[in-house]
């Protein structure tokens, strides 16, 4: 497996995951209002280069991916997905950990949001050390969605590289 920065010629397998592993989503969640189901390769190609996106490999298939970004003093992450069929093997926890080793020095807590019926994925995210909290400022996300966060002294450890 490679763990890479992603690149332009990326973004259509990354639209393609990416509805593969929101549709999920929105079955637990029983709604259909993720943004991520509604994404068109033009808004994918805009959000890479907005945030920092690295994609894992297995072979020549784009399998995992996940993007950060500053906001503030906050590391912003974002779009952490594993393809359904490789979901359970700890692709998630090491993409979560890759991202949050790449935060700039100035960031001070990692932050999230998930599902509120996304068990798995609350799960994931509080053994990696986050926290269910109120999120800072009300609105701009999905409804039924459950904001995490975690101090940046307890980021994990990236795992074994591939």
């Known amino acids: 497996m490679e763990l890479t920065d992603a690149r332009p010629e990326d973004c259509p397998e990354l639209l393609v995951l990416q509805r593969c592993c ?7 969640n029983d709604t259909l209002d993720i943004p ?9 190609r805009d959000w890479t280069k907005t945030w920092s996106v690295w994609v894992l ?6 399998i995992g991916a996940v993007r950060a ?9 974002g779009r952490l997905m594993v393809a359904p069929d490789l979901a359970g093997r700890g692709l998630g926890r090491r993409l979560l950990a890759h991202a949050e080793a790449q ?9 999230l949001f998930t599902g509120a ?11 990696a050390g986050y926290r269910l909290t109120d999120a800072p400022a009300p609105g701009g996300h999905i409804a039924g969605a459950v904001y995490l966060e975690k101090d940046v002294t307890l980021r994990e450890k990236p795992g074994p590289a591939a």
Do not use: K, M
């Open 103 to 111: 935060a700039p020095a100035e960031a001070r807590r990692f932050a």
């Open 36 to 44: 991520a189901l509604h994404e068109t390769l033009e808004d994918v």
């Open 69 to 77: 970004r500053l906001d503030g003093d906050c590391w912003e992450l």
């Open 57 to 62: 490999r297995q072979d020549h298939r784009l």
């Open 22 to 28: 929101w549709v999920q989503e929105a079955v637990l």
């Open 117 to 127: 019926r996304s068990t798995r994925n609350i799960a994931l995210y509080q053994r």
